[in-house]
């Protein structure tokens, strides 16, 4: 199939060389907030040298081999049909990788087992665009977050058709389980940078998970304790 390169140029040396695809799903060519993501993390806000990375809905994989130039571990995923794609830029790029990248089918919503233990990150460039993928995009990040993994999530945002509602849909059910943070543009690349395209910082709410394990031990405790005393309390199950 014909393709065509994208170069994204490196403050730290020669350009990525992303090949492209003429004809096939909107993975195959690089997004304008996979440049943004890919630039921010060159700044160097985030310590990516010797961390987990695990990008999702890769594409071409710019995001993910940015991140292994600068010396990260990471596993770039996407459907099976992207997984050739992936694997040429791997390739086209080996030479400027520091840390280490390869490339894995992983699709919303299905079994994550393999991409355990939690990554430090995950990436996300223009992710959030599909109705139908919302809710196993947001099962996937509950499955693959631990409590110290920061999901940067960069999507452009548009107002045309279906895309506002799409996205305030997004933002209402990540809002349950994890807490937001926008990164202000000015930290954003200076010239990589757009007010129409945003990079979140995600983290998992800690004090959900907190009070439920508070509250489970205390459970358990006055369980016990009731028990071993042999007696019984309204309001506390045996
Ligand atoms: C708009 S493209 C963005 C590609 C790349 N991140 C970029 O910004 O250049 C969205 C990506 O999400 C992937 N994707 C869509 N639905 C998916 C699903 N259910 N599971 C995994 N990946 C999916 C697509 O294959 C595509 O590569």
């Avoid at 849909?169 to 000015?186: M, R, V």
């Amino acid at each position: 199939m014909a393709g065509f390169v994208r170069e994204l140029e490196r403050r730290g040396g020669p350009a990525l060389r992303l090949e492209q695809r003429a004809a096939g799903g909107v993975g195959c060519v690089v997004w304008d907030a996979a440049l943004v993501l890919a630039k921010f993390l060159e700044t160097g806000a985030c310590p990516l040298a010797r961390r987990h990375v695990l990008e999702l809905g890769a594409g071409t994989g710019a995001v993910g081999i940015m991140a292994a130039t600068l010396g990260a571990d990471v596993t770039v995923t996407d459907l099976e049909e992207l997984q050739e794609l992936l694997m040429v830029n791997i390739e086209n790029n080996k030479h400027l990788v520091t840390g280490s990248v390869r490339a894995k089918v992983l699709k919303w919503g299905e079994d994550v087992t393999e991409f355990q233990p939690p990554p430090d990150y995950i990436l996300m460039a223009d992710c959030i665009y599909y109705e139908e993928s919302l809710e196993p995009l947001l099962k996937t990040l509950k499955d693959l977050t631990g409590p110290d993994t920061c999901v940067l999530c960069c999507y452009e945002q548009r107002t045309m058709g279906k895309n506002p509602e799409i996205e305030r849909k997004y933002f209402e059910l990540l809002q349950l389980d994890f807490e937001l943070e926008k990164i202000p543009l000015d930290k954003h690349d200076e010239e990589y940078r757009s007010e129409d395209i945003h990079i979140m910082n995600i983290h998992r709410k800690q004090t959900v998970s907190l009070l439920n394990w508070h509250s489970e031990c205390c459970q358990e405790s006055a369980e016990l304790l009731f028990t071993w005393h042999g007696v019984s309390v309204p309001g506390v199950k045996l």
